[in-house]
């Protein structure tokens, strides 16, 4: 038996078996399937399998977090369940089937930057580092180009590059259309070589031209400008987009004994036609307009709104692949006004998410089963990477992920109101300050600050009181024993010697009654508030070994719909062992003639022993009933 074989087994069971799996792969860390039906995957289950450890769901894809050992846990699965593995390619293309048109439109916009990406975070280091040596007076008043040839030099040698990545990138986004689509990649970046040919007219240089100054081919019939789209983005993926489909249209129809001349000729020069005289302008409007809004709402009088609740939803527009598109409104930004306000947010929602994890890392440091996640998406998410904090820790846990979202909002609010500019996308994380243009450094940290403290205090001070000891301290987690007290002050009696026959049956467990004579209901135990109802009249509570209990506050007391009740927890809330639950004003349930009368049930069938009854009890006894089993 190898020593992935039990686990192999159980996961294969757990996903729904074979039958229930359309495709597997594995990347680094991670097992990738695409279920043909998603629900029949066990999660509570699958993470308890020890290889397991921790699982989510994006892109169509079910992913189980395995850890560094994944490819040879992976060799193992495939060799028992009898199915071939597939590339990562193949598994993104069968779970395309599980994703709405808009999350497909998304993940292929995701995956034409993705190649890009590399070029853009280099690019932005560069322009960076320029700034410093070029704009900043470091020296007696002066930059260190002023007081140096070398520097001067190595600034000039520098946008060399600078150049080829932000000015040229048409070309880098036709070559990954094409790629991307499965056309021919040089023919794309032959296109994207037109956009931005040194015979026409620089695009950052229009604005400043005036009209009569723009070259133009005189065609007789008609003038079409000669003008270049040098940092343009929509207009060069909607430019490679025709040429796409120009070639697999003549693919398709173009005899095969000819093709090597017809379809490059007749894909690339009509592509290149429109891409100047209609495609092109389209998207250089349509970029525009977003890069007007976009930059319009981060410099207008609602700028701090507009930041506040960006900054809030951008973890939650991640989880759902939209994120994809600030990339191409980044970019824009850049083209348009030589730096972007939106990238230094999304730097900061990462750093936000990753301080709830390290909030998460600090509770839960006696948990090892736990840190094996923690820690990998901890690092990942302070270096840009969020996927592995978002699904395999903050998502699950939920308040982690609204403690980075709390966080995020404010960092995001510092670094909007104090106009933070980046020179270029970055390094999504910590790293991305270096991104930064130089004169809001400052602001940038300060807003960094608030993106690392406030998720990371937050999520310490509501996860003492949400989780659970299994969740702190894992499978070691040692659950003591809580005697039951009385919940209630008040008289004490049989459950069976109630009026209402619906508790004296015990048809919902065995328990007691108590007519209440002081307003305050305790917790008997430690645990979980697993029911509340709306008109705050009955509670459950779930113990940490596994008891239930139902509170009913009164008789008929619903038909009061809350009136009369102070509640003091909510579904979710964790409690411990005399905390107060509930407030009643029994001189009005009184009134409304209500009988005060409070069952207190065993709803898991526990069975007790009443110690004592027909007698005055205080809230806190705990000599009330024995727990039989």
């Known amino acids: 038996m190898g020593k992935f074989t039990k686990d192999c087994e159980e996961l294969l069971k757990y996903v729904g078996g074979k039958e229930n799996i359309n495709a597997v792969t594995h990347c680094v860390t991670r097992m990738r399937f695409v279920l043909a039906d998603p629900s029949k995957a066990d999660v509570d289950a699958i993470e308890e399998i020890p290889s397991a450890k921790g699982t989510f769901t994006q892109s169509g894809q079910f992913q189980v977090i395995i850890g560094n050992e994944v490819s040879d846990f992976y060799n193992e699965f495939t060799k028992i369940s009898g199915i071939e593995g597939v590339s990562k390619e193949a598994v993104k293309s069968s779970a395309k089937s599980n994703q709405t048109i808009l999350q497909k439109i998304m993940g292929d916009l995701g995956e ?155 894909s690339l020069v009509p592509a290149v036609i429109l891409a100047h005289t209609l495609v092109g302008p389209i998207g250089w409007a349509i970029g525009d307009a977003i890069a007007k809004v976009v930059y319009g709402g981060l410099t207008s009088t609602f700028s701090v709104i507009f930041a506040a609740i960006f900054g809030a939803l951008y973890a939650p527009i991640v989880m759902t692949g939209l994120h994809h598109m600030t990339n191409a409104i980044d970019m824009t930004l850049i083209s348009k006004y030589h730096g972007t306000i939106l990238w230094p947010m999304i730097a900061l929602s990462n750093i936000a998410q990753g301080s709830a994890v390290l909030g998460m890392s600090v509770l839960q440091k006696k948990n090892d089963r736990a840190q094996q996640v923690n820690i990998p998406a901890l690092i990942s998410c302070y270096l840009g990477v969020t996927e592995p904090a978002l699904f395999g820790v903050n998502l699950k846990y939920g308040f982690p992920l609204v403690c980075g979202m709390i966080g995020s909002s404010i960092a995001a609010i510092i670094s909007v109101a104090s106009g933070t500019m980046a020179a270029s996308i970055g390094v999504g994380g910590i790293p991305g300050i270096l991104s930064i243009k130089p004169q809001f450094w400052g602001t940038f940290a300060l807003a960094m600050l608030a993106a690392i403290v406030v998720p990371f205090l937050l999520t310490l001070i509501v996860g003492k009181k949400k989780l659970t000891a299994k969740d702190l301290e894992g499978k070691k987690a040692k659950v003591e024993h809580e005697e039951f007290v009385c919940p209630m002050t008040g008289h004490l009696s049989k459950i069976e010697d109630i009026d209402d026959q619906a508790f004296a049956s015990k048809a919902m467990g065995d328990g007691i009654a108590v007519e209440l004579t002081d307003g305050k209901v305790y917790a008997p135990f430690s645990g979980e508030i697993v029911m509340a109802f709306p008109t705050k009249h009955a509670y459950g509570i779930r113990s940490d070994e596994g008891k239930e209990v139902l509170m009913h506050i009164g008789m008929d007391t619903v038909e009061l719909n809350g009136e009369g009740f102070i509640s003091h927890v909510e579904v979710g809330n964790h409690v411990h062992q005399g905390d107060l639950i509930v407030e009643v004003d029994l001189d009005y349930i009184k009134s409304q003639g209500k009988s005060l009368v409070s069952p207190v049930v065993f709803t898991d069938f526990t069975p007790i022993s009443i110690q004592k009854y027909d007698v005055d009890v205080k809230a806190g006894e705990d000599n009330i009933l024995t727990l039989e089993a």
Not at 247 to 261: G, L, Q, T, Y
Request: aromatic share 14%; glycine share 10%.
């Open 112 to 266: 034409i930057f993705a190649p890009i990406i590399p070029a853009l975070i280099c690019g932005g280091l560069i322009l960076g580092f320029r700034n410093v040596i070029g704009d900043i007076a470091l020296v007696n008043g002066k930059t260190l180009t002023q007081t140096s040839t070398f520097w001067m030099g190595t600034y000039n040698f520098l946008w060399l590059i600078g150049e080829a990545v932000f000015h040229m990138l048409p070309v880098g986004i036709c070559w990954s259309v094409t790629k991307k689509m499965g056309t021919t990649q040089i023919l794309g970046i032959v296109l994207g070589l037109t956009l931005v040919s040194g015979q026409l007219l620089n695009g950052f240089a229009v604005a400043s031209t005036p009209a009569s100054k723009i070259p133009f081919w005189n065609f007789g019939f008609a003038h079409v400008k000669m003008i270049g789209y040098q940092g343009q983005v929509i207009a060069a993926i909607m430019a490679a987009f025709v040429l796409v489909y120009l070639e697999k249209f003549w693919r398709k129809v173009c005899p095969a004994v000819v093709s090597m001349i017809v379809v490059p000729f007749f």
